[in-house]
């Protein structure tokens, strides 16, 4: 007994595509063989690919950080960690670092507030932040190099 | 793992911190797939149906619709297949509860799925969990498998000759794929759009085949109202809204997290006795039902926080998120990051809720520097009103209350700002 339909289901090949690249992004080409592999055009798969926040068909950094700054991460202080993130990578929000190891973004609550102000790294949450918290995050990934 | 605070009442949460909701041994032996095996050799699908209707479970999601009703609706429906989908893309600021029980107790959830199945007929479920919570995904995974192996899912449950099977489906990033008809299309692998409406899911849904779509929350409550009965749901909560509530609390108190208590207790209890109070300053506000909800003033605060209270009020519960923000809150400031959440979600499928959501956020955006008119703020109303009335999903049609709550309250703050001072001091102007 299989489901029927969702063998070929396009977001998640999506997903699959996205996370395997280097640059977190999912390029032309994949998206033209995703469109192939799901019997869709590639407009079809195109428009599906540009709803989705999680997707960029932009390269990214390495790292995509994701600050909320939704009602609850805002009132406990969202803005000053987005202040320090900019000022550490020297990029505004929507931007990559040169080295092409970082990426700033906002978005809608990530279902974290009991600990915000909160962010996601790639897969990693990091909640309760503050300044001085987000210095010692950044030097840690920056060491793992 | 998120924090409860001192519950008053468990039904939902009773397992979560209690078990370990990796083992399906520890669910089990807290009565836990007892309902499904009560449904199946006792029951006919038509009588589950009708004691979910007895109990009077409204949907935990935000619309309050009674759960029997829907069920009931889509067990008459003709068509097949049928589907019934658990709702876990909670997206609404400030809501973390169903996150609380994903976490806490998944073989609750799925039980509740399989039951839903039964009564309506449907032999196929999808658990759509919002892509972020990956532990939640990883554990569900974990979970089905137990499930399966146990020989509660799969084909011939329980020697029943009852099949059902259920899919996880990860979601990708939208706010509005948590509405129902949106989440269908996206689980279709399409754009997250919501649908005009009619028709309904109950008639076409999923693949436009009859379709169940329930909260989280309100899944959670399936099990234990089999096994103890309606009756005895019923003797919590109030009349016209049975049952318990998990309310997730933010913002400045001293202690944050989900709390289980009866439908009706008040936003005064919540926060002085759950929550112990504000943390330094005194209490402003509080927004309740997340983003798309109201503000309450201090003389809310002992309102009962149930769907029936809150409605005749022209307020709502929505998913139980409250919001608690004390005296060093800038009310423009707050207004500004509300509306830039609508902006930033609406999908841009009907014009009202594309355009009014940009200009709601520039017309604040404004104020909040200080380069308002004070026309602006009638004008705000005004979008939003038009909004409300002519948006095609609840996304464009919701921030008219926000909006005309808080400026209910605060509007001299409003005025304030259009001539040059932000009174908190949040504000550069
Ligand atoms: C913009 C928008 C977002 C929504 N997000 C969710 C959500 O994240 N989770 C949820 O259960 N219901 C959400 N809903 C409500 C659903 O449309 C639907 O009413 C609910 O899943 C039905 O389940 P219930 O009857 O058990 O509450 C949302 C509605 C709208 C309009
Ligand atoms: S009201 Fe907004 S979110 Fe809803 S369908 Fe229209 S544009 Fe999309
Ligand atoms: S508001 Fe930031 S995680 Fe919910």
């Known amino acids: 007994m299989k489901l029927k339909n969702r063998e070929k289901d396009v977001i998640a090949l999506l997903s699959k595509a996205q996370r395997e690249n280097k640059h977190n992004y999912i390029t032309e080409e994949k998206l033209k063989i995703i469109a192939q592999e799901a019997g869709l055009s590639y407009s079809e798969v195109y428009g599906v690919a540009t709803f989705y926040s999680l997707f960029s068909l932009k390269p990214r950094g390495e790292y995509v950080i994701r600050v909320c700054d939704s009602g609850p991460c805002h009132l406990m202080g969202s803005r000053s960690i987005f202040e320090v993130l900019e000022e550490e990578l020297k990029i505004k929000v929507g931007e990559t670092t040169p080295d092409g190891e970082f990426t700033l973004e906002e978005t809608s609550c990530l279902g974290i507030c009991d600990e915000a102000p909160a962010m996601m790294i790639n897969e990693k949450v990091y909640s309760n932040l503050t300044p001085q918290k987000i210095k010692g995050i950044l030097r840690k990934l920056g060491d793992k190099k | ?429």
């Not at chain 2, 999808?126 to 972020?132: A, C, D, K, T, V």
């Not at chain 2, 919540?270 to 997340?290: H, L």
């Open chain 2, 1 to 429: 793992m998120i924090k409860e605070l001192k519950s008053p009442m468990r039904i939902v949460l009773d397992n979560c911190g209690k078990i370990n909701p990796e083992s399906i041994r520890e669910y089990i032996a807290q009565g836990g797939y007892k309902a499904i095996g009560k449904v199946l050799r006792e029951m006919k699908p038509e009588e589950v149906v009708s004691e979910i209707k007895a109990s009077g479970l409204q949907g935990r999601g935000g619309a309050a619709f009674p759960t029997g009703l829907k069920w009931e609706f889509t067990a008459k429906a003709e068509d097949t297949p049928k589907y019934i989908i658990c709702n876990a893309d909670e997206g609404e600021p400030g809501t973390f509860k169903d996150r609380a029980i994903l976490e806490g107790d998944p073989h609750k959830i799925i039980e509740g799925v399989i039951i839903a199945g039964y009564s309506v007929g449907a032999h196929y479920g999808y658990i759509y969990i919002r892509g972020e919570y990956l532990f939640s995904i990883n554990l569900f995974r974990k979970a089905i498998k137990q499930a399966e192996e146990r020989g509660f899912l799969g084909e011939n449950i329980l020697g029943s000759g009852f099949d059902f099977q259920i899919e996880i489906h990860q979601g990708a990033g939208s706010y509005v794929c948590g509405e129902e008809t949106a989440l269908m299309d996206s689980l279709e692998g399409k754009r997250g759009n919501p649908r005009f409406k009619p028709p309904f899911p109950p008639s076409s849904g999923l693949w436009e085949k009859p379709t169940v779509i329930n909260n989280v929350e309100t899944l959670a409550n399936i099990a234990p109202i089999i096994l103890k009965g309606a009756d005895w749901f019923r003797n919590f909560g109030t009349k016209k809204c049975p049952g318990t509530k998990v309310y997730a609390i933010s913002g400045h108190i001293k202690e944050v997290g989900v709390v289980e208590a009866p439908l009706g207790i008040t936003l005064r209890e919540i926060i002085t006795e759950y929550a112990q109070g504000m943390r330094e300053g005194k209490f402003k506000m509080a927004q309740v039902g997340g983003t798309a909800g109201a503000i309450l003033g201090e003389d809310m605060l002992d309102v009962p926080l149930d769907y029936t209270s809150l409605k005749e009020k022209g307020l709502v519960l929505g998913s139980g998120a409250i919001l608690a923000m004390d005296e060093t809150t800038c009310c423009v400031d707050m207004l500004k990051c509300f509306l830039n959440f609508f902006e930033r979600e609406s999908c841009g499928k009907c014009i009202p809720c594309r355009i009014g959501t940009e200009k709601l956020l520039e017309l604040t955006t404004a104020i909040s520097r200080g380069e308002g008119k004070e026309d602006d703020i009638n004008l705000m109303l005004l979008t939003a009103e038009v909004m409300q009335k002519t948006s095609l999903c609840a996304l464009g049609q919701s921030p008219i209350l926000p909006i005309s709550t808080i400026l209910k309250y605060f509007r001299e703050e409003f005025i304030e700002h259009i001539k040059g001072r932000c009174p908190t001091g949040v504000c550069k102007i």
